[in-house]
């Protein structure tokens, strides 16, 4: 029998929690969802039942790597730059698919994913 899953967390690991939760609100352009952790978790539901947690790990920061798909890519990555935000150059990749790579505060890397499809 197949495991079944209810929701998926994506976590980051970040260096000091309040620096990188004020960049990942203007990434996503809302505050946290949710803080069940003060000063060490925060999260932000992303989809129906996906959700990015970013967490204060001075011993794994900077080695998350974070693949959001969206959209509309050129849309979303205007809407973030206006934010403030860095964004890196559009690879193209293979079947149409496009990504941009985004970097946190510490390094991390979140890349945003035109064109992703559930099959190719």
């Not at 932000?44 to 204060?56: A, H, I, K, P, S």
């Not at 959209?71 to 559009?90: F, M, N, Q, S, T």
Request: aromatic share 8%; net charge negative; charged share 25%.
């Amino acid at each position: 029998m197949a495991l079944t899953v209810d929701h998926v967390l994506a976590v980051v690991a970040v260096s000091e929690v309040e620096t990188s939760a004020a960049w990942y609100e203007r990434l996503f352009g809302v505050e946290p969802t949710n803080i069940p952790m003060p000063g060490i978790l925060v999260e932000w539901r992303v989809t129906g039942n996906g959700w990015v947690q970013v967490t204060e790990d001075r011993e794994r920061f900077g080695s998350s790597q974070l693949n959001l798909a969206v959209d509309d890519l050129d849309e979303k990555l205007r809407e973030i730059e206006a934010r403030g935000i860095i964004v890196g150059d559009i690879i193209e990749a293979n079947k149409g698919v496009r990504l941009c790579s985004l970097y946190d505060p510490d390094g991390n890397v979140v890349t945003l994913i035109g064109g992703f499809r559930e099959r190719y």
